[in-house]
């Protein structure tokens, strides 16, 4: 098993030039700086904190069975297990009763990703990138400035370390600091922010009985909650209201998170369980879409797109955006070859797979309720076993908007609910 506690590789094991110079290693950082170092170049992990078990707090800690394969090519899904990683099993609350998705009589198991908190995820697999030849992870290291040369190509960057500045040169300079991302700042790289008129809050409880280790989510259109088991007993309770209810959270947090969630439908007994954390979240989580690349620049995870955490994609796509990036450019980092090409290569890829499912998170993070394409498909499948795994590819992010809206399915689905339309 890899781990949880990765050594700090001291600025004299290299001189300070890399192939590649990552600011950020969480999930998206540690995923490229890992696939590229296999891939030959040599890599500048940089952590602004300087504890190597830092983490991210606010988190659904849901990785999407999207992630299952790049989890697979890193290499560590036998040290997700062993820390206790469970195998995420969804089932969905509408208004026409639960979507349980099962797989066909005989078939294999529905794709799965894991539920696994981010203060076991984030040192796993800082440590895997830690322990990988090629990689240096340099922790308590931000970046205060891009650095050229002198054709204005980027070459590089100035970090802030607790010995005071540095440079640290790079060909290629990638951002992976979250959505208020440093680097996309210093390259003007520019985006598009959507409002999101919900909020969030979520506490931890131990010992909550659930339906084995499914994950439950409640669309009450357009309030939603989720109750989503992790490792070691912990169930991650959240709800996720309609910003009209927030001058009641606010008043008095306790009372009407508690509140909310005792009257959910068929709801977690949260009273039968121990909560073992205060209750914490936002009431503030714009979305954000920048382009992914410039000249000598790429970002990844939420400094090219930040999501809405109602969906729990952010974990998944960190991990693919870290893919992809790798894919795209590790060749020519390690033969000197042409980056621009390579840069375009992963934009190309990250708008393919993503720009899709971004637009409608962003709509529908206007607090709408459901639009007629999503009362279709969510009523048919809560009443037809095929139409439910057709829901669970498409929740999954194994299958984007235009498959998932598909004329055949959307015949199906029409069909499902005429059939039932007296039940």
């Known amino acids: 098993m890899t781990s949880s506690h990765p050594t700090q590789h001291r600025a004299s094991a290299r001189p300070a030039r890399y192939d590649a110079v990552i600011s950020g290693a969480s999930l998206a950082g540690c995923t490229a700086a890992t696939l590229l170092a296999r891939a030959g170049a040599r890599v500048a992990l940089l952590e602004r904190h300087h504890s190597p078990t830092a983490h991210k707090v606010l988190c659904t800690h849901y990785l999407q069975p999207c992630s299952y394969r790049v989890l697979d090519r890193l290499g560590v899904i036998p040290a997700l297990r062993e820390a206790g990683a469970v195998a995420n ?3 969905w609350y509408t208004r026409w009763g639960w979507i349980r998705p099962q797989p066909k009589p005989g078939a294999d198991p529905l794709p799965h990703g894991f539920n696994l908190r981010r203060s076991t995820l984030d040192p796993l697999l800082r440590a895997h990138a830690a322990e990988t030849d090629g990689v240096d992870l340099l922790t308590g290291h931000s970046v205060t400035e891009l650095l050229r040369d002198g054709d204005g190509r980027v070459d590089g960057v100035r970090a802030r370390t607790s ?3 540095r440079e640290i040169r790079g060909r290629l300079v990638v951002g992976a600091d979250g959505k208020d991302s440093t680097v996309a700042k210093l390259a003007h790289l520019r985006g598009k922010t959507h409002r999101n008129n919900r909020f969030s809050y979520f506490a931890y409880f131990r010992g909550l009985k ?6 439950r989510g409640w669309f009450l259109d357009p309030d939603v909650a989720y109750a989503m088991p992790n490792d070691e007993g912990i169930t991650v309770v959240a709800v996720i209201p309609d910003k009209k209810q927030l001058p009641a ?9 508690l509140d909310f969630v005792r009257r959910l439908p068929d709801a977690p007994d ?3 369980a121990e909560r073992v954390s205060k209750i914490t979240g936002t009431t503030n989580y714009p979305l954000t879409t920048r382009t992914p690349t410039a000249p000598g620049i790429a970002l990844i995870g939420d400094a090219a797109l930040t999501s809405d955490p109602l969906w729990g994609v952010g974990c998944g796509w960190a991990l693919e955006s870290g893919q992809w990036l790798a894919t795209a450019v590790g060749p020519a980092l390690a033969a000197d070859g042409d980056l621009g090409r390579a840069l375009d290569d992963y934009r190309r890829r990250h708008r393919r797979g993503l720009r899709g499912h971004q637009h409608l998170v962003t709509d529908y993070a206007t607090a709408r309720g459901f639009n007629p394409f999503e009362r279709l498909m969510f009523s048919a499948a809560a009443k037809d076993a095929h139409m439910a795994r057709h829901m669970h590819l498409f929740a999954s992010r194994l299958i984007g908007p235009l498959r998932f809206l ?8 029409t069909a499902v609910n005429l059939r039932h339309r007296g039940a």
């Open 270 to 272: 949260i009273d039968a």
């Open 249 to 257: 959270f606010r008043d008095d947090l306790e009372a009407s998170y």
């Open 163 to 165: 010995d005071g500045e």
């Open 210 to 215: 659930s339906d084995g280790d499914v994950t």
């Open 406 to 413: 598909n004329p055949l399915a959307l015949a199906r689905a």
């Open 89 to 91: 099993e969804a089932h």
